[in-house]
């Protein structure tokens, strides 16, 4: 490889990193937000799990803004798993439309070709924890997360990449998961 195609091949993988990073905090920024007008929680509170997923985010580890607040609050680990659904609602609750809770999403098969398709997209859903629930030929495409508005970020991703390749505007449905199959799903789209 040329010393050209390398330099070139470096600041296309910079502006990437410097897209994904924007994105990322669009989604911190907007959940952070939502979880205010909410109510759920402090200004306070808020802010450290914001700082929490941030210093995650910077050590290369994905981090959710409602796992990270749960803890914050000082709930137990027995506990977290509904505090994350009441916290996963209130933020739904502030969206329109308000996405669904699906209780089987962890019963889907991983969309592998969707992902090889569009490497970029998988890396965007790791860095912030929304697995793809199904791809069906690109004509309807499904994200979820226990994080509706990550969730909702990603969806609005897809749908650009998708038209933007295929010519073709994709129906995106945006749900929320429990913690349990948010946690089994990004291990096993993420090898987390």
């Known amino acids: 490889m040329s010393a050209e195609s390398q330099s070139t091949l470096e600041t296309s993988e910079k502006s990437a990193s410097s897209v994904f990073e924007g994105i990322i905090e669009r989604c911190f920024v907007k959940t952070a937000e939502a979880l205010s007008k909410?109510?759920?929680?402090?200004?306070?509170?808020?802010?450290?799990?914001?700082?929490?997923?941030?210093?995650?985010?910077?050590?290369?580890?994905?981090?959710?803004?409602?796992?990270?607040?749960?803890?914050?609050?000082?709930?137990?680990?027995?506990h977290i798993s509904r505090v994350i659904s009441d916290l996963s609602a209130a933020v739904a609750s502030t969206m329109q439309p308000s996405p669904p809770h699906i209780p089987f999403a962890s019963k889907l098969i991983a969309p592998s070709a969707f992902y090889e398709s569009f490497d970029v997209i998988h890396k965007l859903g790791k860095s912030l924890l929304v697995p793809v629930l199904y791809a069906e030929d690109t004509d309807s495409i499904a994200t979820g997360s226990i994080n509706p508005v990550a969730a909702s970020i990603l969806g609005e991703e897809i749908y650009q990449a998708v038209a933007k390749r295929f010519g073709i505007r994709p129906f995106i449905t945006v749900v929320r998961m429990d913690y349990e199959s948010w946690t089994f799903l990004c291990r096993k789209h993420f090898d987390l």
């Open 38 to 78: 909410a109510g759920v929680a402090s200004d306070e509170d808020i802010f450290r799990a914001l700082t929490i997923t941030r210093e995650a985010e910077n050590n290369s580890k994905p981090a959710d803004l409602l796992e990270a607040l749960a803890r914050v609050l000082g709930h137990e680990e027995e």
